[in-house]
T-cell receptor, first 112, second 110 residues
């Protein structure tokens, strides 16, 4: 069974730009969660999508948004990038009713 | 507010020695607690969850509600246990709204 995939793996953007990251969950997994990982703040929950609906949201500004498609693939978007948005963005998927999350390799975003 | 703390950033032990990775939490309801592990050049993965009460790779963790702790223990550490360990709490028992601790890097020395 293929694991969670994230594209792109690395990204360099300029302050003020916007970026879209993609996550393909394990087949059959309908829940997709996004996390931001930084050395200073650790792993922070961004949001979770289930069946194309945002089910949970963390404490991030509205510049961070996401969506999920009917095939469970998910995208997250960050608008008006700031230097502090530089981080590893992790996506995780899980089966309905399970708390076991399967993580992707992450997308390393650098904002200059 | 829900919070998970792991007081040690780095823990070094010798092979064969017991190891205990500390985790404390603050949560107003009934918590669901987990340990996730990330080995070098691998993805973050679930190690164990308190509700299953199982031993994975020789590791166990007991939820102590009185002390609000969920320490991870192994009686005899192996070199392959060297990794980053994260304690995590799920909020509200609905969906995947996890709160992760800052992590402890375990280094098992030969």
């Amino acid at each position: 069974k293929a694991g969670v995939t994230q594209t792109p793996r690395y990204l360099i953007k300029t302050r003020g730009q916007q970026v879209t990251l993609s996550c393909s969950p394990i087949s059959g997994h309908r829940s997709v969660s996004w996390y931001q990982q930084t050395p200073g703040q650790g792993l922070q929950f961004l949001f979770e999508y289930f069946s194309e609906t945002q089910r949970n949201k963390g404490n991030f500004p509205g510049r961070f948004s996401g969506r999920q498609f009917s095939n469970s693939r998910s995208e997250m978007n960050v608008s008006t990038l700031e230097l502090g948005d530089s981080a590893l963005y992790l996506c995780a998927s899980s089966l309905q009713g399970s708390y076991e999350q399967y993580f992707g390799p992450g997308t390393r975003l650098t904002v200059t | 507010a829900q919070r998970v703390t792991q007081p040690e950033k780095l823990l070094s032990v010798f092979k064969g020695a017991p190891v205990e990775l500390k985790c404390n939490y603050s949560y107003s309801g009934s918590p669901e607690l987990f340990w996730y592990v990330q080995y070098s050049r691998q993805r973050l993965q679930l190690l164990l969850r308190h509700i299953s009460r199982e031993s994975i790779k020789g590791f166990t963790a007991d939820l102590n509600k009185g002390e609000t702790s969920f320490h991870l223990k192994k009686p005899f550490a192996q070199e392959e246990d060297s990794a980053m360990y994260y304690c995590a709490l799920i909020r509200d028992n609905y969906g995947q709204n996890f709160v992760f601790g800052p992590g402890t890097r375990l280094s098992v020395l030969p």
